[in-house]
């Protein structure tokens, strides 16, 4: 399975923005799913955004029209991003990228934002903060 990385968290002013990455080592071949959540502790973990093998994205109602996600690849890496625009306090969390072959996700699952738990793939996080 690819070794997925992220980076480009921070902390930011509500109405600003920033741009998370993903990088996932070790991609051969294959279609993927992938997807960001984010976490608060104490609370359920929330599917943002998902972009399928063919590059069409799906998003929670939280985020749509604010958050874009795209994707790439390049010398057997797996990239995966996130815009994220208009940021609220509310978008304070850490975000997650996963990523799962869609061979194997399509057995028990879609490649939409909700779904995020049916991935089994996914990095270490990194936080976001909007605060004043």
């Known amino acids: 399975r690819v070794r997925l990385v992220e980076s480009g968290g921070g902390s930011v002013q509500p109405g600003g923005s920033l741009r998370l990455s993903c990088a996932g080592s070790?991609?051969?071949?294959?279609?993927?799913?992938m997807m960001w959540f984010r976490q608060v502790p104490g609370k359920e973990r929330e599917g943002v955004a998902a972009i399928d093998f063919d590059g069409s994205a799906d998003y929670a109602n939280s985020v749509q029209g604010r958050f874009t996600i795209t994707k790439g690849n390049a010398n057997n890496t797996l990239y995966l991003y996130l815009q994220m625009n208009s940021l609220e306090p509310e978008d304070t969390a850490t975000y997650y990228c996963?990523?799962?072959?869609?061979?194997?996700?399509?057995?028990?699952?879609?490649?939409?934002?909700?779904?995020?738990?049916?991935?089994?793939?996914w990095g270490q996080g990194t936080q976001v903060t909007v605060s004043a």
């Open positions: 070790g991609y051969t071949s294959g279609s993927y799913c």
């Open positions: 996963a990523a799962e072959p869609i061979l194997e996700l399509y057995t028990r699952g879609y490649c939409y934002a909700s779904e995020f738990a049916k991935l089994t793939n």
